[in-house]
């Protein structure tokens, strides 16, 4: 597999064993100084056994986390288009020879009426996902394309999505240049894993079976122009270590050729899936513990990127990760095409085999109650798409995440959108907990900001929506 080394990561699994945690106090110094740090490094902490040790390098995850973002978090909502696939993906409900699911690509209008259902609840952000296959008579980069114009022409009330990302199959360099031309934000593709006789055993046909060609689509799409990349490695198909290592040599390969590292990094584990025998029984399967430190290295070792949280895991774990350094989470996810629904507020919690899911979920609970769950923790919830507005991204987005100098403008923006999320759609209870949250940032801000957000405080209260600085 091109850009991983397998032999190097190897025998940095095998010599990390053998270092002095001594040098553990040096490694996270470098960390906290909001530097990259090396494979080695990296292989360093992700072999720490000691329980001390190891709250060290959650100490410094989470003071990394909040010097790069400050304590604002990234809400968002998967999309599921479709779940027609081409491929057999062993770990995947929407493989080809699946008989137990449904299957189901929507049309234009659903995906409107998706998106508004979507809207009505206070979602601004949303991951468009889909199946390795288009509908009959369409291309994949035609039903992309459509399907992103209709999200996008979406309204309810003065309410419409800010921005579209999108996780779809890797595509050609001319097709990519028409994905980007759609508005999109940033385009995601995850290897699953970066260990080549895992992958070819896991993917055994249709055209993810290439590792290379799915590896290389991140290259494509930076020459097409896409500068916001999301990869990702789904955690249980191989040894973690190895996993994490292989993803921060992508990233390595990354930063050399296009000056530019992941805008995001997800770290998904292996749920059950219906008809996919794999998903119940991992082969290298990841405990808790070992997840949390991966969460945690990741943080250190990229600290500019945004590492994402999904609904795979369970209320209880995706709140603790948000201090080891996840910095977007889903929100009232479903995996299912067509799995929202405007006259059915509970439609999103139903269990995803019910509905042709991708895979079942751990965290049910609503938008609403996220939000709640966030201010309770004193994490500010953002809606915020303003970077991709200003152009701040790839490269310049990266000039100002490395030194936390994006953090006052994530800040001041969190506040603004959960300004609209107060008024448009909070319940009583979560309303009096943004208005305290805003209340007491308000406070903290100097004289300047604090007349900036009143200011804009004062346009939402108008009916002015979509402000940002």
């Known amino acids: ?60 995850a989470s003071f990394v986390k909040d010097a790069i973002y400050g304590r604002r978090v990234v809400l968002f909502v998967p999309l599921y288009i479709s779940n027609l696939c081409a491929n057999n993906c062993l770990y995947c409900a ?27 609840r206070g979602h601004k952000r949303i991951l468009m996902v889909c199946g390795e296959e288009a509908p009959s008579g369409k291309s994949n980069i035609d039903y992309y394309t459509e399907a992103i114009k209709a999200i996008y022409a979406a309204e309810v009330g003065k309410n419409k999505i800010k921005r579209v990302n999108v996780n779809c199959a890797p595509l050609g360099v001319d097709e990519f240049k028409q994905l980007k031309a759609s508005g999109i934000g940033t385009y995601q593709i995850f290897q699953e894993t970066y260990h080549q006789d895992t992958y070819l055993r896991m993917h055994p046909k249709g055209p993810k079976r290439d590792p290379d060609n799915r590896i290389d689509a991140v290259d494509r799409a930076f020459s097409a122009g896409i500068d916001d990349i999301g990869i990702g490695a789904l955690f249980g198909l191989y040894d973690w270590r190895f996993e994490t290592l292989g993803l921060l040599s992508h990233v390595q390969h990354m930063e050399k050729k296009f000056k530019v590292g992941p805008h995001t990094i997800s770290v998904p584990r292996i749920e059950p899936a219906e008809g996919a025998e794999l998903s119940l029984n991992p082969p290298y399967k990841i405990s808790d513990e070992e997840f949390k430190k991966v969460v ?46 405007a006259g059915n507020a509970e439609q999103a919690g139903l269990p995803d085999r019910q509905a042709g899911g991708q895979f079942s979920l ?23 798409a303003a970077c991709y507005r200003l152009e701040r991204t790839g490269e310049t987005f990266m000039q100002m995440a490395k030194p ?66």
Request: hydrophobic share 40%; proline share 3%; charged share 25%.
């Open 296 to 341: 945690a290295v990741l943080r250190l070792s990229v600290p500019y990127t945004g590492i994402i949280m999904t609904t795979r895991e369970n209320a209880g774990m995706r709140d603790l990760l948000l201090s080891l350094g996840v910095s977007q989470i889903s929100a009232e996810s479903n995996t299912s095409p067509g799995g929202y629904s």
């Open 94 to 120: 929407f493989k080809s020879d699946n008989s137990l699911i449904k299957r189901k690509a929507l049309t234009v209008p659903e995906i409107n009426t998706q998106t508004e259902w979507l809207l009505s």
């Open 1 to 60: 597999m091109k850009y991983i080394n397998e032999e190097k990561i190897n025998n940095l699994i095998v010599d990390a064993t053998k270092i002095d945690s001594r040098k553990l106090d040096v490694i996270l110094k470098k960390a906290k100084s909001l530097q990259r740090l090396t494979l080695d490094e990296s292989a360093v902490l992700l072999l720490i056994k000691d329980p001390e040790d190891i709250q060290k390098i959650f100490s410094a």
């Open 404 to 469: 936390g100098t994006i953090k006052g403008k994530c800040s001041m923006n969190a506040l603004i959108t959960l300004k609209e999320y107060l008024n448009d759609f909070a319940s009583v209870s979560v309303r009096d907990a943004c208005q305290k949250m805003i209340a007491r940032y308000f406070k903290q801000l100097d004289p300047l900001e604090q007349e900036q957000l009143k200011l804009f405080i004062g346009h939402v209260d108008s009916g002015i929506r979509d402000e940002y600085v």
């Open 362 to 384: 751990g965290d049910h609970r609503s938008l609403d109650q996220i939000v709640g769950a966030l201010i309770a923790h004193d994490y500010i919830p953002s809606f915020c």
